[in-house]
C-alpha cells in the first residue's frame, strides 16, 4: 500500500510540471502564419464579327443608279458611284470608365462585298460594356505613311503634300446642279492649314461614339455598324456640294467640316 501510494503522490507532483513544460514548449515554437493568395482570373474572350452597312434616310445605300435618288438638305438630288471609308481602334467601355480596345483596322469598299463583314482576330474579354465606340480613320500614331502595305497597294494614300499618312474616305457620285449634272468627290483625310506665316497638318479622325450600343459579351457576338451617309451633308453644317464637291482634299475648311459633321454618321445595331 505506501509504494502504491508513493507512486501516486509522485505522479500528482509530476502532472504539473509537466504540464508546464508543455506550455513552455508549445510557447518557444515559431508560429507559421497562412497566407491566403487571389490570384486574378483572366475571363474568357470571344470572337466578334461586324457587318458594315450604309444607308441613306433609312434605305440601303445602291451603286451606280441611273438616277438620282438620294437627296442632300441643302435640295441637290445625287447618286453615289464609289464609297470606300476605314475604322480603326474599335473600343468597348464598361461603366467604370475602363475599356477594350481592338487594335486593329478595315477598309471598307462597297463595290467589294468581302469587306462588308470585319472579322477582327482579337477577341473581347466577357463582360458587360455600356458603348461600343471607334476611330474614323487612323488617329497620328496610327497614320503613317506607307505604313500599311495593303492600303498603299489600293491607293489609299493620301499625298504627301496635304500631309501624308492615308485616306479616311472617299465617297464619289454625281448630282444636279441647276438642272445641270456635276460630280462630286468627298474625300478625307488629314487637313492643311495654310496661314500667312506657316502651314500645318492637323489631325483630322474623329472617334465615334454612337449612342445605344451597349452590349453584353458572354460568347460569339454580332453587330452591325450602319454609316448614314446623308449625315455628312447635314449636321451641323449643310453642306452645299456647289462648294465643296470637286477638289475638297486641299481645302482646310471643308476637311474640318467633315470632323465636325463626321460624329452623327454612324450608328449601331445590336
Known amino acids: ?17 509537466l504540464s508546464l513544460f508543455l506550455v513552455s514548449c508549445e510557447d518557444d515554437e515559431p508560429k507559421i502564419e497562412t497566407k491566403i493568395v487571389k490570384e486574378l482570373v483572366d475571363p474568357t474572350r470571344y470572337t466578334i464579327s461586324i457587318d458594315m452597312k450604309q444607308k441613306v434616310n433609312g434605305n440601303d445605300l445602291v451603286l451606280n443608279t441611273a438616277n438620282k435618288p438620294y437627296t442632300t438638305k441643302n435640295g441637290e438630288a445625287f447618286n453615289v458611284t464609289k464609297l470606300r471609308y476605314l475604322i480603326s481602334d474599335i473600343t468597348f467601355n464598361k461603366a467604370d470608365g475602363s475599356s477594350f ?37 487612323f488617329d497620328r500614331e496610327d497614320n503613317i505613311t506607307n505604313g500599311y502595305s495593303d492600303l498603299t497597294t489600293v491607293l489609299w494614300n493620301w499625298p504627301m503634300p496635304l500631309g501624308g499618312g492615308y485616306h ?43 449612342i445605344a450600343s451597349a452590349i453584353t459579351i458572354d460568347g460569339e457576338e454580332s453587330f452591325s455598324i450602319i454609316m448614314n451617309v446623308e449625315q455628312w451633308y447635314e ?17 482646310y475648311d471643308a476637311q474640318r467640316k467633315l470632323n465636325l459633321n463626321g460624329p452623327s454618321v454612324f450608328t449601331v445595331e445590336i
Open 101 to 137: 480596345t481592338i487594335n486593329e483596322y478595315h477598309l471598307v469598299d462597297i463595290s467589294n462585298s468581302t469587306t462588308l463583314q470585319f472579322n477582327p482576330t482579337t477577341k473581347v474579354p466577357a463582360g458587360e460594356y455600356t458603348s461600343i465606340s471607334f476611330n474614323f480613320g
Open 1 to 17: 500500500m505506501k509504494n502504491k501510494f508513493k507512486t501516486a503522490l509522485i505522479a500528482l507532483i509530476a502532472l504539473p510540471l
Open 168 to 210: 479616311f474616305m472617299q465617297l464619289e457620285g454625281k448630282f444636279d446642279s441647276l438642272g445641270t449634272e456635276k460630280g462630286f468627290a468627298t474625300h478625307m483625310g488629314t487637313a492643311r492649314n495654310i496661314t500667312p506665316t506657316d502651314t500645318t497638318f492637323e489631325d483630322n479622325h474623329f472617334v465615334a461614339k454612337p
Open 235 to 251: 449636321n451641323p453644317y449643310t453642306w452645299d456640294l456647289n462648294k465643296y464637291g470637286l477638289m475638297i482634299m486641299p481645302k
